[in-house]
């Protein structure tokens, strides 16, 4: 009597297949957390900056009407923006950017106005001059 050998288990193919099988997806699931991720950070930009607009106002109201100390005054806000956040003031007005993830600028200004621009304002307090508003850069 021969008895016959049951084979068990799975071949040395079959494994290979189901890790590349494994990792493909796991590609694609990083990538698209990626994708979230960058989108997050976006939006807290945005927010920080929305955030640092309303301080900017009660800075105005406590300065006697004037925008001079709003980037002092709302430095907490968009300071840890990454990168950092660029702010000018002025007595007249001010205006306040972040860089989003795809290379384009969220800014803020005295005049009420938010924007996705192009362009960022200079980094530090360099003096708020008309023009610089949202709408101009």
């Known amino acids: 009597m021969m008895q016959q050998l049951k084979?068990?288990?799975f071949t040395l193919i079959e494994l290979l297949v189901v890790i590349a099988i494994i990792g493909i997806l796991a590609s694609v699931v990083l990538a698209s957390l990626n994708n979230a991720r960058d989108k997050g950070e976006d939006?807290?930009?945005r927010q920080q900056l929305s955030s640092a607009?309303?301080?900017a106002?009660?800075?105005y109201d406590d300065s006697a009407r004037s925008y001079i100390n709003v980037c002092a005054a709302t430095n907490l806000l968009y300071s840890d923006l990454t990168p950092p956040g660029a702010c000018s003031d002025g007595i007249e007005g001010y205006t306040i950017t972040a860089e989003l993830n795809d290379?384009?600028?969220f800014c803020v200004d005295s005049s009420g106005q938010t924007a996705t621009t192009s362009a960022a304002t200079a980094?530090?307090?360099d003096g708020w001059a008309p023009g610089d508003e949202c709408s101009s850069l």
């Open 7 to 9: 084979q068990r288990g």
């Open 43 to 45: 939006a807290a930009a």
């Open 53 to 55: 607009r309303a301080e």
């Open 57 to 59: 106002e009660i800075s």
């Open 103 to 105: 290379g384009s600028f």
């Open 123 to 125: 980094a530090g307090d």
